[in-house]
């Protein structure tokens, strides 16, 4: 998939939905699935900080309920800021779900499409466990 402008727009959809009293942060995710389906989430903050999800992790966690075990794609949209890349938690939620492209909007507002390994190199994953367990 190469135009990932529709995605984008549901990513900002899921935006508007944040629940961000205490950053005024409101961040939209989309996932998609190998099977072609589509998981919005966006952020959920908490007044134990700790306690909160971001959007990325909400999407993958619904999608994770619907039996989703490998996602394709991530987009991510931030009402809020210019530019928006997934924290490190979340890469790492997205390396546990073999994500093979993440999206995002850079500071001119237009969309840029990175390879996974290109934002998380040197990842660890299950991969790195083989032969670990038994």
């Known amino acids: 998939m190469s135009d990932y402008s529709d995605l984008y727009q549901q990513a900002r959809d899921a935006a508007t939905k944040a629940y961000a009293p205490y950053s005024g942060f409101r961040v939209g995710a989309v996932v998609v699935a190998d099977d072609g389906r589509t998981f919005a989430g966006c952020n959920v903050e908490n007044a134990a900080y700790g306690s909160g999800i971001c959007a990325e992790g ?3 966690s619904t ?3 619907a039996g989703v075990r490998k996602i394709g794609a991530v987009v991510i949209a931030c009402l809020d800021a210019g530019e928006c ?3 490190g938690n979340c890469r790492q939620l997205m ?5 093979d492209t993440v999206v995002v909007q850079d ?5 840029r499409t990175h390879e996974f390994a290109e934002i998380l190199p040197h990842s ?3 991969d790195s466990l083989e032969g670990k367990n038994g």
């Open 124 to 126: 660890f994953g299950p």
């Open 95 to 99: 390396r546990e779900f073999s994500v």
């Open 85 to 87: 890349y997934p924290c």
């Open 107 to 111: 500071g001119s507002g237009s969309l």
């Open 58 to 60: 909400n999407a993958i």
């Open 63 to 65: 999608a994770a309920a």
